[in-house]
């Protein structure tokens, strides 16, 4: 019975390599899903200080620009109207067809006190 000691580790070893693209693919999901909800946070805190800019009378498109990070500021869309501000924000995605789908949309309004 020498030979089914080695056996099993060799067994072992087919099965963690079988098992590693599902492992991979599982951990792209995950990363996804925290760049999606990072993407979340930027835009609401963009939107909430384009809010206070347009309360103050400023110029809240570039209060949400300067709100956010260097490499989101290309994936945003502003959206100002007279008392609300619309920020949209695509995720980075390996797949730039999933990072539209996937965009996410935060608003702030200015409300009388």
Same mark, same amino acid.
């Given at each position: 019975m020498k030979g089914g000691a080695g056996n099993e580790r060799g067994? !072992?070893?087919i099965e963690v390599l079988g098992?590693?693209? !599902?492992?991979?693919a599982l951990g792209l999901v995950v990363l996804q899903l925290?760049?999606?909800?990072?993407?979340?946070?930027?835009?609401?805190a963009a939107a909430e200080a384009g809010a206070l800019a347009l309360a103050?009378?400023?110029d !809240?498109?570039?209060?949400?620009?300067?709100?956010?990070?260097g490499w989101s500021?290309?994936?945003?869309r502003v959206d100002v109207s007279a008392d609300t501000v619309?920020?949209?924000l695509r995720p980075p995605s390996p797949l730039g067809s999933l990072s539209r789908r996937l965009e996410i949309t935060a608003g702030a309004a200015?409300?009388?006190p």
């Amino acid at each position: 019975m020498k030979g089914g000691a080695g056996n099993e580790r060799g067994q !072992a070893a087919i099965e963690v390599l079988g098992a590693l693209p !599902a492992l991979l693919a599982l951990g792209l999901v995950v990363l996804q899903l925290l760049a999606v909800g990072y993407a979340a946070v930027l835009a609401g805190a963009a939107a909430e200080a384009g809010a206070l800019a347009l309360a103050g009378g400023g110029d !809240a498109e570039r209060s949400v620009r300067d709100a956010l990070p260097g490499w989101s500021r290309t994936r945003a869309r502003v959206d100002v109207s007279a008392d609300t501000v619309r920020v949209k924000l695509r995720p980075p995605s390996p797949l730039g067809s999933l990072s539209r789908r996937l965009e996410i949309t935060a608003g702030a309004a200015v409300g009388a006190p």
